[in-house]
């Protein structure tokens, strides 16, 4: 009996204990599923955060894609529409990396033949130059220089203005460039460079020529200061007024012409000539003038001489030719003699020139100045009587 209780009691016991335990497993087993919860909660959420992390990661990759693929639309547009000749090169000077239509076209090139072109090829003769100006771009990240001589694919020479920045090309340094074509503003500068050395030298020659045109002047007056008395005063002021005009009258058409150096022979001795027969008013209204150029124009050195001998002669022809209110013509003619001459000739159909006078040895101020002013010309005086009076001069054209 006692036995029996024993074994019940044990029996009770371990029922117990196994309650106890199964308690204990299904607590446990609350825990994991409250654990494992938490887990699932848990890593739903660290999904759900990384999924929209991940998927603003793209987006913003995408529009910096965007953003990077716009910037270079931008540039090459720019680049390829840009006025100016852009190349790029890379910063040892080897070759072209790339280049944009308008330098294409300005050294004569397709844009395949300018890929990997040497950059010798294309600044022949100033490399050193360009590599010097390449150095300090680098250094200084821009730089720009005035005058670079380049060549183009047929070998046409060009002045070109360069302007460079070093930027950075998908990991590769470059050089970017812009190339302006100034040759013909260079060509511009050196001709008003030289006009203006030109007509600083014509500037000396006008004052070298007014000096001795006054001193002309001088000689004039001092020659007729020397005169014996005869004559009026009126008279002679009135001949020194009409040489001093011929060379006035020079200056005036250079003044009113496109060239300061050379004069229009016809329009001048048109001038002179109506000029002299309107000085003598009544005597002018019945003497015609006829005139024969053939030269277009002359110096000022030579014209002022030229200008006085036919002042003098047209003067004594008005004076003497024509006396007791005759009519008459007095001619002016100026042509070439040969191929290094020119022949002046004054003529007039009036009475002739007085056979007991020798024209060298006159004591007429008129015809000592005409004779002074040959000797000037380098040239010959001639008189012919045959009809009227005709006196030629024939001098060594000037040098043009």
Known sequence: MSDDNTSRQALADEVSRLRRRVRELEDLGGEVNRAHEELRRRVEAHTRQRGTTLEEAIDQRRRAEARLEGSETRFRRVFDLSNDAIVLLDTDLNELVDANPRACSLLEYTRQELLGLPVSAIFPGDMAHLQAFALSVVEEGRGWMEELRCQTRTGHRLVAELSASAIDLDGRACLIAHMRDVTERRRAQEQLLSSLEEKDLLLKEIHHRVKNNLQIVTSLLDLQAGQPDGGSTRQRLHECRDRVRSIALIHEQLYRGHDLARLDVLEYLHTLADQIMRSYGAAAGRIR??????????????????????????????????????????????????????????????????????????????????????????????????AGCAFAVRFPAPAT
């Open 289 to 386: 003038l006829a005139l024969d150029v053939e030269v277009g124009q002359l110096d000022v050195d030579t014209a002022v001489p030229c200008g006085l001998i036919v002042n003098e002669l047209v003067t004594n022809a008005l004076k003497y030719a024509f006396p007791d209110d005759r009519a008459g013509c007095i001619g002016v003619a100026l042509k070439r003699d040969g191929e290094e001459g020119l022949h002046l000739v004054v003529s007039d159909d009036g009475v002739g020139f007085p056979a007991d006078v020798d024209f060298r040895a006159s004591t007429s101020l008129g015809l000592r100045l005409v004779d002074s002013l040959v000797t000037q010309l380098r040239g010959q005086l001639e008189l012919d009587t045959a």
